[in-house]
């Protein structure tokens, strides 16, 4: 028989490669909505199907451990005794992998008392003597000695299972100095690590070989161990029983008895009714074709997919006349959709969980539909921000809004928050959303109907429900869904931005940078692209013999921070002017972002991103009013383009003033910062009299900044490593300054240890208000991992709690505003700050509204201080 004619039989070591996956991918990507840890089967079958892909093996079987112990542990108790439990996360994952593997129709075997390896070395051995090419998937070296001219074993590198390194007779050699035969005399004398077997002190890998070399076997090197010399020969000599155990426990059986022959592993055809099932259950979506089309059983999987999606209600398209009835008649929550075309409404659709229906936009229609989109009627939406905006412009102002599937399904999973509704139907009813291909001028698929879209709408909203925690959904009720009608309002209304300004100061900035870049040019003789890190990297780190900086995958990180820090520790004119030009740069930047957004009407508006942070908070989009820097008096430059509209008489900010410390007070309930903010002195000033033992009068500057950077340090998880980096002391001070901030305020101290301990019990943090972020990572077995989610948990309630204040205090003064009638209205949330734009006659009113209701958006055991200022523009109103 030709080689090309052979069979081939793959065996694989399930337990091993499963852990290293595990290992390999982040757990909180690969989490089930019921809260299971998917990342090790994960891995593990896509490794495997890129193996049957790549290998096509005419036979397959999968072998598992039954437990930690075995033969082996009976002969030496110590053996793998080193190795730590599971961690959590990756326990109960092995039984759902072979699930897997039952509905992919592959083999699984497993033997009390027999570890994985014992099983493949036997089908190896029998495949190899009936004339298979066998290869062998394991990450345990002992599979080497495997290895001869009809045996490969494919090894995992060290970054997971993603690539296989294939060990044939010549590369075992080749890497190890020996045939494969005698791989498990060397592991013998130096021992395995994983294995808690000790070998000989002193013995690696070369003398192992050279000895082995010397003697031609274990055996006959045993025998003549009196003859090696010096001190490995003394060492050896004491450690022939070691190296003898260890000779015995790490050769693999290859007789064990099995319940099947080679036979038995002939690849057979999945079951596509199981591979859906239970991959659906794991939401490995991505991986049902994958695994269809190695099995060439596509037609047969979209078959069970087909029978398994609920049928979508064809859309009644009623007169205008008998939408309005339809409306009034139907019970519960209605699910609604607005297309939009331009920025009007085109089509609108409406279903209930039997029925839908839908029509074409237009005055008949709006007029027939518009009162009761404006009643409380319960509406369910799905990314309803975009919606409610075409509405209003086209006159109507929804109510009864109940539900957004977008906004929730993000309070669910603020870390990967689906994206569109399409995510969620996939997601959360294992269906596929019909949509049309936008890749094609006639589309074969037509995409579901504005009715349809509804119909999903409200199935997505139930299942939400079904995993809203009663604290979420408050949060959602009571908190988002006011929020999202006043951005919308507030997105409408956009700022007015001065073009002659933004102009007239880019302009400037861009003469400025010219000139230093040519100044920088002249100091060091030549020029150079100050845009380009390779160019910068040969100037810094090769012509002027800078310290060299932290190393990045194409050299010498030359970003900003990096430079700063440089420069203050190896100060260079160079340096200082690309410091400068990189300012005025980017300065220009964001004017040229601000400029392009100027409407017609002067105006700008941004899009608030509701579901972009883990936190809470709101972010800025197209263009970022968050980025707009505020520490410079150029900076500031640009926030005095922003100014007053026409028809409005002046511009009022408001912002709180150190809310994460008055939430972190009252989270803690330390007396010592409690009083602070309650006598009204200077927080700084306050806690650095306690910290340094001073009277307030005595607390100088030096020492405010330095518990000024302690405290809101301690927010966020800062080491005394950070702190002394930030504040440019010894870290022996920074952490005599930690001690001593924590020995006057110690229930802070006990405040964040508790949170993060609660938040490993829980699996998440909590807001004030309930709004939760998992932490999986807290239960980590990677300490990077861990120890990153554990200074992120600190934070998480207290920023949090601040995004909550702001957005009841946002909503509300939104509110109040219309209750009363004001033209006053909200332009921007920017941090813990807003801007309001003030109607002639109407400063007092607003003044009174906007204190009171940021001033009371939460309770808390000390008072919210809210500052207020006035101006014409941005930068004149700040406080």
Known sequence: MTDSAKPTLLVVDGHSLAYRAFFALPVDNFTTKDGQHTNGIYGFLAMLINLIKAEKPTHLAVAFDTSRQ?????????????????????????????????????????????????????????????????????????????????????????????????????????????????????????????????????????????????????????????????????????????????????????????????????????????????????????????????????????????????????????????????????????GVTITIEGDQPRRVGFATREAAVEATWGAEVAASVGPWLTSDAPKVFSDAKLQVKALRRAGIRIGGLAFDTIVTGWLLRPS????????????????????????????????????????????????????????????????????????????????????????????ELGERADAIAQEAFAAIGREVNLGSPKQLQEVLFEELQLPKTRKTKTGYSTDAAVLADLQDTNPHPFLDLLLQHREATKLRQIIESLDTAIAADGRVRTTYVQTGSQTGRLSSTDPNLQNIPVRTEESRRIRSAFEVGEGYETLLTADYSQIEMRIMAHLSEDPGLIEAFNSGEDLHRFVGARVFGVAPEEVTSAMRTKVKAMSYGLVYGLSAFGLSKQLRIEQTEAKQLMMEYFNRFGAVRDYLRSSVEQAKIDGYTATIFGRRRPFPDLASPNRVLRENAERAALNAPIQGSAADIMKIALFHIHDEFDAEQLRSRVLMQIHDELVIEVAPGEWDAAERIVRGRMGDAASLAVPLDVQIGRGQDWNEAAH
């Open 70 to 334: 075995s033969f082996r542990t009976r002969e030496y108790a110590e053996y793998k005794a080193n190795r730590s439990e599971s961690p959590n996360e990756f326990k109960g994952q092995i039984p759902l992998l072979q699930d897997c593997l039952a509905a992919m129709s592959i083999t699984v075997l497993q033997k009390e008392d027999i570890e994985a390896d014992d099983i493949l070395a036997t089908l190896a051995t029998q495949g190899a003597e009936q004339g298979f090419d066998v290869l062998v998937c394991s990450g345990d070296r002992d599979t080497i000695q495997l290895v001869n001219d009809d045996i490969t074993l494919l090894y995992p590198n060290v970054q997971g299972v993603s690539q296989l390194k294939r060990y044939d007779r010549a590369a075992v050699i080749e890497r190890y100095g020996v045939p494969p035969e005698q791989y498990p005399d060397i592991a013998a004398l130096v021992g395995e690590t994983s294995d808690n077997l000790p070998g000989v002190p002193k013995v690696g890998e070369k003398t192992a070989v050279k000895w082995l070399g010397q003697f031609g076997s274990l055996d006959a090197l045993l025998e003549n161990a009196d003859k090696i010399t010096g001190v490995v020969g003394g060492n050896l000599r004491e450690h022939l029983d070691d190296v003898r155990r260890n000779r015995t426990l790490n050769r693999l059986l290859r007789d064990v008895e099995l319940p099947v022959t080679i036979t038995d592993l002939e690849v057979q055809p999945m079951d596509a009714q199981g591979v859906r099932d239970i991959f659906a259950r794991l939401e490995f979506k991505t991986l049902i074709p994958r695994v269809a089309e190695l099995a060439g059983i596509e037609q047969q999987m979209a078959a069970v997919t087909a029978a398994a999606a609920v049928a979508a209600p064809v859309p009644g398209e009623p007169s205008a006349e008998e939408l309005a009835a339809w409306l009034e008649q139907a019970q519960g929550e209605i």
């Open 416 to 507: 990967f928050p689906d994206k569109t509704l399409a995510d969620l139907v996939d997601r959360y009813l294992d269906e596929k959303l019909p949509e049309s291909d936008p890749t094609q001028l006639v589309p074969e698929t037509e995409g579901a109907t504005p009715g349809q879209l509804s119909w999903y709408t409200l199935r997505v909203a139930d299942a939400l429900r079904g995993e809203l925690a009663a604290s979420v959904a408050s949060v959602l009720t009571d908190i988002e869904l006011p929020t999202l009608l006043t951005l919308a309002d507030m997105e409408l209304a956009g700022v007015s931005v001065s073009h002659v300004k933004l102009s007239e100061f880019s302009e």
